[in-house]
């Protein structure tokens, strides 16, 4: 934990008490002493400091001052055919890392039903892994998350919309003709959509729905990685690549 986040709703007249897990943070592992300071972030705010004013049996006290903005977020959507649970925990807490801005959990063939009924997508979860995410990268936004439980409604009624934003726009997939390269990027800063499938792949039907809304598709090689490897890998070449042309 690199960065202790506080919700807002915490904070009266510029002090929060801390329980749980924080608190234990605080005192175990930071080794925090009343009078002492810690790094401090408000969700979806800013960035600071806590000074810590009263240290009690699962309670720290702490008054808190912020300025410093967040890290600007990487101009990357992420589609997303939903894993099984204990993968989407690695994932969610991946993607809050690497700084992706929106997240699309959808539908797809190769998607196990069970998927949409685990409680891990219930808010208050969903929530709680991102911010692990946002932890450990020194970060403070949330990002934007949806679930879309169809396949053909979301490419039909909803992904037009969403490519507004996303000039550039590439559908990962073990079968893909091309390689990620510079040429994929034509402006290093491009907002860029990925769309990334089940570990056997996008169905075909799929693949050619994405094509037809202008996705190009894209093979890591001949391996086929595990989702809660892939995603990673790929934001991360995303990444360099844009450094790269930068």
């Given at each position: 934990?690199?960065?202790?986040?506080?919700?807002?709703?915490?904070?009266?007249?510029?002090?929060?008490?801390?329980?749980?897990?924080?608190?234990?943070?605080?005192?175990?592992?930071?080794?925090?002493?009343?009078?002492?300071?810690?790094?401090?972030?408000?969700?979806?705010?800013?960035?600071?400091?806590?000074?810590?004013?009263?240290?009690?049996?699962?309670?720290?006290?702490?008054?808190?001052?912020?300025?410093?903005?967040?890290?600007?977020?990487?101009?990357?959507?992420?589609?997303?055919?939903?894993?099984?649970?204990?993968?989407?925990?690695?994932?969610?807490?991946?993607?809050?890392?690497?700084?992706?801005?929106?997240?699309?959990?959808?539908?797809?063939?190769?998607?196990?039903?069970?998927?949409?009924?685990?409680?891990?997508?219930?808010?208050?979860?969903?929530?709680?892994?991102?911010?692990?995410?946002?932890?450990?990268?020194?970060?403070?936004?949330?990002?934007?998350i949806s679930i879309h439980r169809r396949f053909r409604p979301f490419i039909e009624d909803n992904l037009a919309e969403i490519s507004r934003d996303y000039p550039v726009r590439l559908a990962a997939h073990p079968g893909g003709a091309i390689k990620l390269s510079p040429a994929l990027l034509p402006e290093p800063a491009s907002p860029t959509l990925v769309a990334i499938g089940p570990e056997g792949g996008w169905l075909d039907f799929e693949i050619d729905r994405f094509t037809e809304r202008g996705f190009g598709c894209f093979s890591l090689g001949p391996r086929i990685l595990r989702v809660d490897t892939a995603v990673p890998a790929i934001l991360a070449q995303l990444q360099l690549l844009r450094t790269l042309a930068g």
């Open positions: 934990m690199n960065l202790i986040l506080i919700d807002p709703r915490e904070i009266k007249d510029g002090s929060a008490s801390l329980t749980g897990r924080r608190a234990k943070h605080i005192r175990k592992t930071l080794r925090g002493k009343e009078g002492g300071t810690i790094r401090v972030g408000i969700v979806n705010g800013l960035i600071g400091s806590g000074l810590i004013r009263r240290i009690e049996p699962g309670m720290v006290n702490l008054d808190i001052k912020t300025a410093k903005p967040p890290p600007a977020k990487t101009p990357t959507g992420l589609i997303l055919a939903l894993p099984r649970p204990i993968m989407l925990k690695r994932v969610l807490a991946q993607t809050a890392s690497l700084g992706i801005e929106r997240i699309f959990l959808i539908n797809a063939g190769r998607v196990e039903k069970s998927f949409f009924k685990a409680s891990l997508l219930s808010e208050e979860k969903l929530r709680e892994y991102l911010l692990l995410g946002l932890e450990q990268a020194v970060d403070t936004v949330l990002p934007k």
